[in-house]
């Protein structure tokens, strides 16, 4: 009779059985604790997270590390934007990377600007009007800004990349870092004839 009742329970669904439940509950649980937005919801510290935003361009997105002052951030990121809009003709931001330097226990930031000009000029011509406009820029975050403590400027120029003469290799840029007051020019670079 034992052997019957042995062979029945054999026979029985999986669903039937009582560790088939157990199994079940253990793996919702663990799909439950390691999915992304349990995950999202259990950091609260924003700190050394990357986002992307929207930039005023449609194309193109800003990318913004969080640490302690977003709000600094946020101004930085606008200040830039509204100066290009407002003093820049034929430029355009393509790419704006905003970085958080609070190892020294101060709110100071590393700013990196990726732009886009597209006028159609000689080479020397363009380098006067980018060398004036990134200097420019500088000086309107060392005045507006002064928790900016490094600025790095990156120029692609369409018109040249196709009909220019090439004498030097990377990207056109000009990086300033703060000097008292204001900015100084520690670097730069034109790569066309």
Same mark, same amino acid.
């Given at each position: 009779?034992?052997?019957?009742? !042995?062979?029945?329970? &054999?026979?029985?669904?999986?669903?039937?059985?009582?560790?088939?439940?157990?199994?079940? /509950?253990?793996?919702?649980?663990?799909?439950?604790? /390691?999915?992304?937005?349990?995950?999202?919801?259990?950091?609260?510290?924003?700190?050394?997270?990357?986002? !992307?935003?929207?930039?005023?361009? =449609?194309? =193109?997105?800003?990318?913004? =590390?969080?640490?302690?002052?977003?709000?600094?951030?946020?101004?930085?990121?606008?200040?830039?934007? &509204?100066?290009?809009?407002?003093?820049?003709?034929?430029?355009?931001?393509?790419?704006?990377?905003?970085?958080?330097?609070?190892?020294?226990?101060?709110?100071?930031?590393?700013?990196?600007?990726?732009?886009?000009?597209?006028?159609?000029?000689?080479?020397?011509?363009?380098?006067?009007?980018?060398?004036?406009?990134?200097?420019?820029?500088?000086?309107?975050?060392?005045?507006?800004?002064?928790?900016?403590?490094?600025?790095?400027?990156?120029?692609?120029?369409?018109?040249?990349?196709?009909?220019?003469?090439?004498?030097? &290799?990377? !990207?056109?840029?000009?990086?300033?870092?703060?000097?008292?007051?204001?900015?100084?020019?520690?670097?730069? &670079?034109?790569?066309?004839?």
């Amino acid at each position: 009779m034992t052997s019957e009742s !042995e062979s029945k329970s &054999n026979q029985q669904p999986i669903y039937k059985k009582w560790w088939f439940w157990v199994i079940i /509950v253990i793996a919702l649980v663990i799909i439950y604790a /390691v999915s992304p937005k349990q995950q999202e919801s259990q950091s609260s510290e924003p700190d050394n997270q990357a986002v !992307e935003t929207p930039s005023t361009d =449609t194309d =193109t997105k800003t990318e913004i =590390t969080l640490e302690y002052s977003e709000g600094s951030m946020r101004e930085i990121e606008s200040t830039i934007r &509204n100066r290009a809009a407002e003093k820049y003709e034929d430029a355009k931001i393509t790419e704006l990377l905003i970085f958080d330097e609070t190892d020294n226990g101060k709110d100071d930031y590393t700013v990196m600007v990726y732009l886009n000009w597209d006028k159609k000029n000689k080479s020397a011509t363009a380098k006067e009007m980018l060398e004036t406009y990134s200097s420019d820029l500088a000086a309107t975050l060392a005045n507006e800004r002064p928790n900016v403590d490094a600025v790095n400027i990156y120029w692609r120029i369409p018109y040249l990349q196709e009909n220019g003469k090439k004498v030097g &290799n990377g !990207e056109n840029y000009w990086i300033y870092t703060k000097k008292s007051n204001g900015m100084t020019l520690k670097d730069k &670079n034109w790569i066309y004839e």
